[in-house]
């Protein structure tokens, strides 16, 4: 397998969790490198169904080492819970590490996020409202808490204070809001530290002693390329980057260890949050979809908006991150369709264009140009091998392969772990 990077495509919530989780039974890691918690990854394997938050999707094989990377912010009450929750399930997760180089979620983040979504109004970008944005703002602006700052008790507390002087100057005299307490603060993360101490821990190291070793590696992504801060419809975009430029330094090893890098879409598009959406289906068969493939967000609970596949956006996102291989899921939700849409351009203004906008008020007015195929109107859950799909179903896939100028290797076909075909081997 070597080092393989497995990157969000699309709007997130692609179904990275269960590809992750099906190529992790032949790797030795799985490496977490971006986001937070506020990235669900649900995973549905012979031990159940699990949602998980800030948890790498290997952790379901105790021999592969699970390791949340220095890419990733890290709300130690979330983790610990999570981590809880998959002890009662009998998932051992003894496994798992911490970067001692990861940001933490403090409690002034997530209050933070609260009041200035709040004074967006209307113009609110639909976070999560988990401290995530916040996090990352202060981890550029050098005022972040590390993982490594709670074992060193000393240095917590004086990195805290000067820090919560400025967050509750913030909170008073801009919010008028009530201050956050210091000693409450201290003592809370203190404790958390205690339990996680044994995890926190260089793994940078670990993992270029598993490289150097020619042991396989998998590299975790969360939310989707399209929601990149720079190359996403920005404003409405995620706080970290998602793409494969980021795998490496989201977990400390070179950019020259990547060998692949697999592109996550589903066979349709979806999106959770504001900002636009070219394909998005307001009637019938956008609500037959997201109800047919309970499409609610495994962090959130809210409802995605639905579309035909998104060729252009997905061409842009397969060019910028340089997929070596595509895994398409959910093929399975468009088995009862009499017919089904590809946009393969955009309309603007009277003129066919082929590129994604960089501006959300231009990619806002895009028209989507649909190529209509006839539907294939046969369950594919059981089908386990690229032949046995029904003719349709191979020419809506190999459709998609020439326009996003990449083969698709893997294909889900339900949310089983065991409901895929493998097309080409990857890594």
Request: glycine share 10%.
């Amino acid at each position: 397998m070597s080092v393989v990077a497995v990157i969000g495509a699309q709007w997130g919530d692609e179904g990275k969790g269960k590809i992750v989780d099906l190529l992790a039974q032949r790797a030795k890691a799985v490496v977490r490198f971006s986001g937070g918690d506020n990235a669900g990854h649900t995973i549905v394997n012979p031990q159940g169904e699990f949602r998980l938050h800030l948890v790498p999707s290997g952790i379901f094989y105790p021999e592969t080492v699970c390791i949340i990377g220095n890419g990733v912010v890290v709300n130690p009450a979330v983790l610990l819970a999570e981590t809880d929750d998959l002890n009662k399930h009998n998932v051992d997760t003894n496994h798992l590490f911490i970067s001692d180089r990861a940001n933490l979620i403090m409690p002034y983040h997530i209050v933070l996020d609260g009041l200035e979504e709040k004074r967006r109004g209307k113009g609110a970008l639909g976070t999560t409202g988990k401290g995530i944005g916040p996090a990352f703002a202060d981890k550029t602006a050098r005022l972040g808490i590390r993982a490594c700052d709670l074992l060193n008790r000393e240095q917590f507390r004086s990195r805290l204070s000067t820090i919560l002087e400025l967050k509750n100057a913030i909170l008073t005299k801009i919010y008028d809001a009530p201050p956050l307490s210091e000693e409450e603060i201290f003592l809370q993360y203190c404790a958390y530290g205690e339990k996680l101490a044994p995890f926190i821990t260089d793994t940078s190291t670990m993992l270029r002693q598993m490289l150097s070793r020619k042991q396989p590696v998998l590299l975790e992504g969360a939310q989707g390329a399209l929601l990149d801060p720079d190359w996403g419809t920005y404003p409405y975009v995620t706080s970290s980057s998602p793409l494969a430029a980021n795998a490496a330094l989201g977990c400390g090893i070179s950019l020259k260890d990547i060998d692949h890098i697999v592109g996550v879409f589903k066979a349709y598009t979806t999106r959770v949050g504001g900002g636009p959406m070219p394909t998005e289906l307001k009637d019938k068969t956008g609500d037959f979809i997201r109800e047919r493939a309970h499409e609610y967000g495994a962090t959130t609970g809210r409802p995605r908006r639905c579309g035909w596949f998104d060729a252009v956006a997905g061409k842009f996102s397969a060019q910028l991150n340089g997929f070596t291989d595509i895994a398409l899921t959910r093929l399975d939700v468009l088995d009862v369709l009499d017919t089904i849409k590809i946009c393969t351009a955009y309309q603007l203004d009277g003129q066919i264009i082929k590129h994604f906008p960089s501006d959300v008020s231009i990619l806002e007015k895009c028209q989507p140009v649909y190529e209509e195929l006839t539907g294939w109107k046969s369950a594919t859950n059981d089908i386990r091998h690229l032949k046995q799909l029904p003719t349709q179903a191979r020419r809506y896939i190999s459709r998609l392969e020439e326009l996003l100028s990449c083969p698709i290797s893997l294909i889900s076909v339900g949310a089983e772990r065991e409901r895929a075909i493998m097309a080409r081997q990857i890594g």
